[in-house]
């Protein structure tokens, strides 16, 4: 029955695909494009950093991925990463409910726990509850961002359930260059709401290179939309704990001793601040707990890459890694945030450690096939407590040890010079070492947890034909897991939850059907469909524990998603390029629960579309649309299920290069002032400005 429903299904999404209107150009560079489309150069791209692309279509994009160039990132103005990502074919922005405050993307409906987030190959994760905060990435130092969805090799490690997203820095070109940037935000009324300024500097020399950059970003507020109509909790204008501070600097330092061999040290700190709005409707009294702020949110993170050629068909990779992550938050008795004297006043900290490795074996000894082996070993360490205020007490440090380990193998054979069929497993498994919490008194005691393990098989294949020197299609199975957090296994949140210390990990078995080609000399087309099977899907219930009404994390929920993505690119003159590209999202969620849950967060019908006019050779002009249909949200107490309005945002860039290397540029955002929002009480900015210039040399 499930293999009549995937193929109905893909019968269904095919029909439609072939059925529908030409849809404007794709601004990222997906399965199949050529790497002058959008792609950064090659030697700028940071290599070793790059994640793997053994299953590749033309242009060395994974299939059924997409690559993000700095050159769009830039074109567009898109200087965080969940806005960015947003910019690609399959992915959605989306904010959390409640006073956290951060923002993150779905990729084809699979959420930041099952899209698991890299830094140069490097994965960022947090031990406690891998809730990263895409909004505080910056991305003014990356050469690209590759998006895998769907299928992500598993010679990268546990976790890719969903696909995955890497962040790929830039490596030096040239004996001298760098770039400076600056610029401020206003909002509707020209009221000054932030700044942005960054620089980068590198060198490039006959055996050795080196690049350092620094950036910082500050808003102030932003303003709500003129259309937004006052509440209790939020009148309007400046929208309260909107504000956010952040800044990042990074450096690398490279051998390369020969053409083939190349070792890298790297290291990346981001720190930063941020408010939390209120939701605006909730009562009052429902809000009190949710004074909060973040005065302390910083990354580091330290690494090894390595490439060394053995002999002419055979090569060794290898990574190491050191990775801390310090988070602090603040909650307060009022909406002042000047007070800390009741007993829903706090002060958590997180103290978060991680390290390891990787090394990667290749070869084409075999005739017409490469082999691949890849082996990952990681520790991640939790620390955690809190100071409560009435009356004043600061728990014991809690710790939690938890190791995971990763064998893959992936051959590809090379089955004619245009044919390539892939496949390749893998085995993870966890070993949690120790698992500690407080009881959350002030008499209280250490709460030991039983120290389960898990562990799982993954599998996947692929067949890539490049039936011509521009066209490529692909087909593509992938099933792999996802295993729980601390956080979903034994968080009490704050009291409203029972641990599950025998939660199983996530499954989902993910289909593709993805074609391109370049058609009529200047456009590229393509297109995919996708079905997602997710089983034992882990989820909140609510259940008795001792009398008291409480949730427990259960695999008890399974979906199944299906859809398809177009994407375009035109360049119909020398002074005009249009782009674009459309994504049908279909959700079914099975889950237990009062009323029956919904899958939230994600649009059905997203839509981008773009041209970039260029009259004279120094000045472009970038008009943008962003259309989304409503999506599924909830209330707070997740008792009435609705949808959002859908919502079109239309957006411009000009920019005007004054001498060479020096350029002006001036946007503006959500130019109608649409009212719109993501999550149900918390509202999207209004129109914006920003006014800045680039200096590259």
Request: proline content about 4%.
């Amino acid at each position: 029955m499930r293999r009549l429903l995937l193929a109905a299904a893909s019968s269904a999404v095919m029909a439609a695909a072939q059925n529908a209107p030409a849809l404007a150009q794709s601004t990222a560079q997906t399965a199949g494009q050529t790497p002058a489309q959008t792609a950064a150069p090659d030697e700028q791209v940071y290599r070793l950093g790059q994640i793997n692309a053994t299953a590749q279509a033309a242009g060395g994009t994974p299939v059924g991925g997409s690559v993000l160039s700095s050159e769009d990132i830039a074109r567009f103005n898109r200087e965080r990463l969940d806005r960015a990502l947003d910019l690609l074919p399959g992915v959605s922005i989306a904010t959390t409910r409640g006073p956290r405050n951060e923002r993150y993307v779905t990729v084809r409906g699979y959420d930041r726990f099952q899209v698991p987030l890299y830094l140069d190959g490097v994965q960022l994760y947090l031990p406690a509850d891998n809730r990263f905060d895409l909004g505080r990435f910056l991305t003014g130092d990356l050469a690209e961002i590759q998006v895998a969805k769907g299928y992500a090799s598993v010679l990268d490690g546990p976790g890719g359930l969903g696909g995955s997203i890497n962040l790929v820095s830039r490596k030096p070109t040239r004996e001298l260059e760098g770039e400076l940037r600056t610029g401020i935000n206003l909002d509707a009324t020209g009221a000054f709401s932030g700044y942005l300024t960054s620089a980068s500097a590198g060198t490039k020399q006959e055996r050795f290179y080196v690049q350092g950059g620094i950036a910082k970003v500050e808003q102030n507020f932003f303003r709500l939309s003129d259309d937004y109509k006052p509440t209790a909790n939020e009148n309007g204008g400046r929208r309260e704990g909107s504000d956010s501070r952040d800044w990042r600097v990074n450096a690398k330092f490279g051998i390369t001793p020969n053409d083939t061999d190349e070792y890298s040290f790297n290291v990346l700190k981001q720190n930063g601040s941020k408010g939390a709005p209120l939701h605006t409707y909730d009562p009052a009294s429902s809000q009190t707990m949710r004074y909060w702020k973040w005065p302390e949110w910083a990354v580091q993170n330290l690494s090894f890459n390595s490439r060394t050629q053995l002999g002419e068909k055979s090569y060794v990779k290898t990574r190491l890694f050191h990775s801390t992550f310090d988070n602090k938050l603040d909650s307060y008795d009022d909406r002042r945030y000047v007070r800390q004297s009741t007993s829903r006043a706090f002060t958590s900290i997180y103290d978060d450690r991680a390290y390891g490795g990787g090394v990667e074996l290749g070869t084409d000894l075999i005739p017409r096939n490469t082999l691949k082996g890849a082996v990952h070993v990681r520790r991640d360490e939790h620390e955690e407590f809190q100071t409560l205020y009435a009356p004043r007490f600061r728990e014991p440090n809690q710790k939690s040890v938890e190791d995971t380990y990763s064998v893959a193998l992936e051959n590809t054979f090379h089955a004619t010079g245009a044919v390539d069929v892939v496949t390749g497993a893998s085995y993870d498994w966890r070993d949690l070492r120790k698992a500690q919490d407080w009881d959350g008194t002030n008499t209280g005691r250490f709460v030991t947890y039983p120290t389960k393990d898990m562990d799982a098989f993954n599998w996947q294949g692929a067949v890539i034909w490049r039936y011509s020197a521009t066209g490529e299609t692909h087909a593509s199975v992938s099933s792999r897991t996802r295993f729980p957090t601390l956080f979903e296994r034994f968080s009490s949140r704050f009291g409203g939850a029972v641990s599950n210390p025998g939660l199983k990990p996530e499954r989902a078995i993910n289909y593709e059907i993805g074609a391109s080609e370049q058609v009529f000399g200047n456009t590229r087309l393509e297109g995919a469909v996708f079905v997602n099977d997710l089983t034992d899907a882990i989820q909140q219930v609510n259940i008795l524990y001792n009398g008291q009404s409480v949730t427990q994390n259960r695999n008890v929920g399974s979906g199944f998603d299906r859809g398809f993505e177009l994407s375009a690119r035109a360049l119909l003159s020398e002074w005009l390029e249009i782009g674009g590209n459309y994504t049908l999202l279909v959700r079914t969620l099975d889950a237990v629960g009062t009323p029956e849950p919904k899958p939230t967060g994600t649009p059905t019908h997203k839509l981008f579309a773009y041209a970039d006019i260029q009259p004279v050779e120094a000045l472009h002009v970038v008009p943008s649309l962003e259309v989304s249909s409503n999506r599924w949200t909830s209330n707070s107490a997740q008792t009435v299920y609705y949808r959002t309005g859908a919502y079109a945002l239309a957006n411009l860039k000009v920019s005007y290069e004054i001498v060479k290397g020096v350029e002006a540029e001036a946007v503006v955002r959500n130019i109608t002032d649409r009212n719109y929002q993501l999550m149900d009480g918390y509202p999207e900015e209004g129109r914006s400005f920003y006014l800045g210039a680039r200096y590259q040399f």
